[in-house]
């Protein structure tokens, strides 16, 4: 009787059984040590950064761990632009005695973005591109105690890696984990692409059956002479064996050996989903079939799942119909930058589903794989796509990095379950060259549809199980016309109306317009999604006033757009949480407030919003939640509440406020406030079941709580919208002055000429300040402010910047608006006095030529009013008109 364990090589039953009863008896009576070590290398490297560039021995190091990287704080300072250059990173490695004799692997989660390695002053080994990780094999090694590791690490412009642009900062560092990897001379391994060399995936899946592939790389460094036996078990979440898989080398093996083993067969699989995320694991062996000894042992989690997309009906996933609901995420974190540890990142993906999301878009590049294994883990689907970004260069260089980068993509994240998609390229015709050469820009778009052809040719050569993916911006003639839609087997459009122009009810219809141009393409939005500063607060919310207000009303419009739509395969918002991009000048400088979170995670009302749409489990939450500190001239405010229930009612400061019904997960009440804190509690029904939340809200009634000494009178001028400083001040919006009361007299809001962005206010960042929503908006020609006071001693601080100048202001490729101004702005020329109560205290002040434009200036003087004719400031011009952006009063007893 002959027993085959392969195509390859039949052995005797009698002797394949003498081999497993030794096995058996060798594991059983000496424990073997473990076969494959993984040692994390991240505490006390010593860095350096190289400014100008004497390379690594004339620099002074300190201590610093990984994961690290060196523009974590200069993104968020108010100078434009972060070092972009080299960092040197240094180690002595604290090496075993017993690992004399094995294969040590030098392994980088990531570095951004080129990279050389040396050992003991020798360079061996090399990489270029920032979100990929790699490994170095260090044959060299000395074990005497002062073998060094020096690490350069590069993240300068380079015209020949992506990205090249975007909007996200290019943080330079060694910012993922570095460990070393210790194996047998004979092991599995995939030095080119730094993988394990085991790749797992699931084929011919069905309710009833599944077929497991399992292909190796083994390679053998010594001079190994024996057969060697691979063996693959599969074993269930319980750990029972489902089925193996064998194959028998010859004698005297190759050193480099690439192999399919046999096929698992699998009866009645549990399928792998959002609700049931169950991950079976495959336990793959390399052994040495003369001794039984286990050289190396990979262990691989993976799903059964079977999924399609229809462009008329949307996704399928098991033979249901699903809808992809989910964010982009970007890696970095609040003062950590992209050097932010596995566990936050983990955080980031149970947050997700905590929301009710099933969809990750990685974006714009290959993330930790901490990450995709808690998608795994967690029943998210996802996508990932490499940093092509905005534009390409036409240059073999700029080409082969890219498809080395996406087959280094593949490979190392293939054996994630959660993965259906591959992606290559995000609004690549956005930043466009050769506006004015119309025939140059032929060539270019050209150049962008060849190589996006080769992309496409090769991820579908490489992994032919998944789909794959372009994401583009709404030009939707430009990308057809450059053939980009043809392409790929998914289109994904980053849809911005109501945000970057036109109205948030454009939305529907502009997708219904896009399905209708290609009907047979599968539709996913990758990018949909409206800025929302926590700190900012409006009654009559506009589009770019920042506003917690707007943004719900824009996401509830996206939400009911999606939902009704079935070619909507589905939708990522943009973005997960809030992200550094050093460049945008914002209420936030430095940072896209996109986000469902803010940077450093806590959870905004529109995250709220999102997990009472789409969490099944009952939920109510007071909106506004976070908005714990209020103020008005008026105690009535309104306050929602969200939900996923029938019905909800307000009780606050123990009164009812009536029952409602609610309608799109909200349901809103007029409140009339108190002075101080005022206890709410909401109350939401389904059938019999009562569920609840609690807040408590600070009201300050103004100008009663200036008048009684509790607080500052604190105003934006030119503003139609509140602001909660550092200090947890709340700032109102001025009014026309009205007697017996307060206001500005005169005067209009700043506005940026020429814009169809914001209606009033500007951006751009102020210096010296990280409260800048306090002097992005003000008053140009001002003729008075007056205050009704009591007698008294008072405190007035004016707060100036100049808002019109800086130079050449051009059109910032993530705005998506070709009406933003462009132009030179030339500062006015504007010299005025202030007067105080009849006192001159600001003589010709020209806020441009003494302090610059955009930069903070705060005034400060005290005042006593002896009669009934209050606080009264007066402006005069001497050239130009007078400006105001804020005013603080405060009584001082």
Same mark, same amino acid.
């Given at each position: 009787m002959v027993f085959k364990i392969s195509s390859l090589m039949p052995i005797t039953f009698k002797k394949f059984l003498s081999f497993l009863l030794f096995v058996v008896v060798f594991t059983s009576a000496k424990a073997q040590e473990q076969s494959r070590k993984i040692i994390s290398i991240n505490q006390n490297w010593h860095f350096a950064k190289d400014i100008h560039k004497k390379g690594n021995k004339q620099l002074k190091y300190t201590t610093v761990n990984i994961p690290h990287t060196w523009n974590a704080l200069d993104v968020l300072d108010d100078e434009p632009g972060y070092y972009r250059g080299i960092g040197y990173y240094k180690k002595k490695l604290d090496l075993k005695s017993e690992w004399k004799g094995k294969k040590i692997y030098l392994n980088f989660g990531a570095a951004n973005q080129e990279t050389e390695v040396y050992l003991n002053g020798k360079k061996i080994g090399s990489h270029i591109g920032g979100y990929?990780?790699?490994?170095?094999?260090?044959?060299? /090694? +000395?074990?005497?105690?002062k073998d060094e590791l020096v690490v350069k690490v590069d993240n300068s412009y380079n015209e020949s890696i992506p990205p090249l642009t975007g909007d996200f900062t290019f943080f330079g560092g060694l910012y993922r984990d570095v460990s070393l990897t210790v194996v047998d001379q004979a092991h599995f391994a995939d030095e080119i692409y730094g993988t394990?060399?085991?790749?797992?995936?699931?084929?011919?899946?069905?309710?009833?059956?599944?077929? /497991? +592939?399992?292909n190796a790389n083994w390679v053998n460094t010594s001079s190994f002479i024996n057969e060697i036996l691979v063996t693959t078990t599969l074993i269930d979440a319980k750990s029972n064996k489902v089925g193996e898989s064998k194959w028998l080398s010859s004698?005297?093996?190759?050193?480099?050996?690439?192999?399919?083993?046999p096929k698992i067969e699998v009866k009645n699989p549990t399928l792998w989903s959002p609700e049931n995320p169950y991950l079976y694991q495959t336990i793959t062996k390399l052994i040495d079939y003369q001794t039984g000894k286990v050289l190396d042992e990979v262990k691989t989690n993976v799903g059964f799942r079977y999924f399609s997309f229809d462009a008329d009906k949307g996704f399928f996933l098991n033979g249901k119909l699903v809808k992809l609901i989910g964010a982009s995420r970007h890696q970095d974190f609040a003062k950590m930058g992209n050097a932010v540890p596995a566990a936050l990142q983990v955080k980031d993906v149970a947050l997700l589903k905590e929301m009710g999301g099933n969809f990750l878009r990685v974006a714009h590049y290959p993330q930790d794989q901490a990450v995709l294994d808690a998608c795994d883990r967690l029943g998210i689907l996802t996508s990932v796509e490499i940093p092509i970004v905005n534009e390409i260069t036409e240059t073999e260089a700029f080409y082969n990095n890219c498809k080395e980068m996406q087959l280094e993509m593949i490979k190392q994240n293939y054996n994630h379950t959660s993965i259906i998609i591959w992606a290559y390229m995000n609004e690549v015709l956005l930043k466009m060259r050769y506006g004015k050469e119309p025939e140059r820009k032929k060539i270019y778009l050209k150049s962008i549809e060849n190589l996006a052809q080769q992309l496409e040719e090769l991820t579908r050569k490489t992994d032919p199980t998944r789909y794959t993916m372009m994401s583009n911006h709404g030009d939707v003639t430009g990308y057809t016309n450059a053939g980009l839609v043809k392409i790929p087997m998914i289109v994904g459009w980053n849809l911005y109306q109501g945000w970057y122009g036109g109205k948030s009810e454009d939305f529907g219809p502009n997708l219904d317009e896009i399905h209708a141009a290609m009907p047979n393409k599968p539709l996913i939005v990758t990018e949909?999604?409206?800025?929302?500063?926590?700190?900012?607060?409006?009654?009559n919310p506009i589009r770019f006033d920042k506003s917690l207000a707007y943004g719900m009303q824009y996401h509830q419009i996206y939400i009911r757009d999606i939902l009704k739509r079935p070619f909507v395969a589905g939708a990522a918002v943009w973005n997960l949480s809030d992200f550094s991009s050093e460049t945008r000048n914002e209420t936030m400088p430095s940072i896209n407030n996109k986000g469902l979170l803010t940077l450093d995670r806590q959870p905004k009302n529109t995250y709220f919003l999102y997990k009472a749409h789409f969490n099944k489990n009952p939920y109510v939450k007071i909106g506004d939640g976070s908005w714990k500190l209020r103020g008005g001239t008026s105690t009535l405010q309104e306050v929602s509440v969200i939900s996923n229930l029938d019905s909800a009612e307000l009780v606050v400061n123990g009164k009812p406020q009536g029952k409602k019904r609610v309608v799109d997960c909200l349901v809103s009440w007029n409140i009339d406030f108190k002075s101080g804190k005022n206890e709410i509690e909401a109350i939401a029904y389904q059938s019999e079941k009562v569920f609840k939340d609690k807040s408590t809200i600070d009201f300050v009634l103004q100008p009663q709580a200036f008048l009684n000494s509790s607080a500052s009178l604190n105003i934006l001028l030119g503003s139609q919208r509140q602001f909660i400083d550092d200090k947890n001040q709340i700032w109102l919006p001025s009014k026309p002055h009205?007697?017996?009361?307060w206001g500005h007299i005169g005067g209009e809001p700043f506005k940026i000429k020429n814009s169809s962005r914001q209606q009033y206010g500007s951006d751009k960042d102020i210096k010296g300040t990280l409260n800048d929503p306090i002097y992005q908006t003000q008053s140009v020609g001002l003729d008075a402010y007056e205050l009704v006071v009591p007698k008294g001693k008072y405190e007035v601080t004016l707060h100036f910047a100049e808002l019109m100048g800086n130079g050449i202001q051009s059109v910032l490729p993530y705005n998506l608006d070709s009406l933003v101004a462009t132009g030179k702005e030339v500062p006015p020329q504007r010299i005025f006095d202030v007067y105080l109560n009849g006192k001159l205290v600001i003589k010709a002040l020209n806020l441009a030529a003494k302090y610059g434009v955009a930069t903070k200036l705060e005034q400060k003087f005290e005042c006593v009013v002896a009669d009934d004719k209050g606080i009264k400031l007066a402006f005069k011009s001497i050239t130009g008109k007078p400006v105001l952006n804020a005013l603080q009063f405060k009584k001082i007893n």
């Open positions: 990929t990780g790699f490994t170095v094999a260090l044959d060299q /090694l +000395n074990f005497d105690g394990n060399g085991v790749y797992v995936h699931a084929d011919k899946v069905s309710n009833e059956s599944a077929t /497991l +592939n399992v004698k005297n093996p190759s050193r480099n050996i690439n192999l399919s083993l949909y999604g409206a800025d929302v500063d926590p700190r900012i607060h409006a009654e009205q007697d017996n009361s």
